[in-house]
């Protein structure tokens, strides 16, 4: 009895162990992933100050409905593409019991059925958008300069290689860049001309200033699973069976949207 004691107490200790080093590892993931896609102090929200209002950008995600859920759940490969899901959504099917050797196999087609991020990565100088200027070499005091959007500026994103059915593509991977890095992302984002901060940056006497505007976006790089899709009907049974699966690496980077990076530089000599 007490040897059987003793052992149960081991295997409690051992699973609280193990309990909690399984916390401390997701909170210390979690913490650095926070770290990873802090805003610094240099990049700042335009949302509220951009001439340009850019629409809010919608995840292409679809909730399956319960007859999608049960197919998406017969497969043996996982199924997030939007528009697979949005075409299951809307398909119905009648199956009885009494249909006793009833057999089809309907071809749905080739399709990216996934995507599996690798690394996701923040560049907040992506993109330069904007220069603002001043000559300070003759003045005797401080000159004070702010950003001011001199021309409209489009930034766009994209994949970084041609890739079957981009454009599904590119949605799993703003999906999934999103999800991770809690930023505002879109494949394309405008920044109005006339754009206001009120941040203020002195260019001192003898001096030339310039002060940069960047566009920061997301790099995004993973693994896209294809596969031919077809809806198998057996009797009262319904299916998917996924054939001739293949893989392919892409990289995508995503824009973020409404928010720009400020660099300021004082120098001698014009640049």
């Known amino acids: 009895m007490k040897r059987k004691f003793l052992f149960v107490v081991a295997i409690t200790f051992l699973l609280v162990g193990m309990t909690t ?23 700042l ?12 950008q919608d995840l292409p995600y679809l909730q399956p ?10 497969a043996d490969i996982d199924i997030e593409n939007p528009n697979l899901i949005r075409i299951l959504n809307e398909s ?16 749905l087609g080739q399709w990216p ?27 005797k005091a401080p000159y004070k300069i ?26 799993m991977m703003l999906i999934e860049a999103a999800k991770k890095s ?8 405008i920044i109005g001309g006339g754009t206001k901060k009120d941040q203020v940056y002195n260019v001192p006497p003898k001096k030339l200033g310039y002060l940069y505007a960047y566009a920061p976006a997301v790099n995004e ?29 892409i990289g995508a980077w995503i824009p973020v949207q409404d928010h720009v990076s400020y660099g300021f530089l004082v120098t001698d000599t014009p640049r």
């Open 21 to 43: 080093n399984v916390m401390a590892e997701g909170t210390e993931k979690n913490n650095d992933n926070a770290e990873k896609f802090k805003i610094p102090s240099s990049v």
């Open 45 to 56: 929200d335009i949302s509220q100050d951009n001439t340009y209002p850019n629409p809010t």
């Open 65 to 74: 409905s319960k007859l999608t859920q049960e197919l998406i759940e017969s």
């Open 92 to 107: 119905a099917i009648q199956t009885t019991p009494l249909a006793i050797g009833y057999r089809a196999t309907i071809y």
């Open 113 to 139: 059925l996934n995507y599996e991020s690798s690394e996701t990565s923040t560049n907040w100088e992506y993109e330069k958008v904007n220069t603002n200027f001043f000559d300070n070499r003759g003045g």
């Open 146 to 171: 702010h950003y001011k959007q001199e021309m409209q500026k489009i930034v766009r994103g994209g994949l970084t290689a041609e890739i079957q059915d981009a454009d599904d593509v590119k949605k």
């Open 182 to 189: 809690k930023l505002p992302l879109s494949f394309s984002t």
């Open 221 to 249: 790089k993973g693994k896209v699973t294809y596969g031919e899709v077809y809806l198998v009907l057996k009797g009262s049974k319904k299916f998917i069976v996924v054939k001739n699966v293949t893989h392919q690496g």
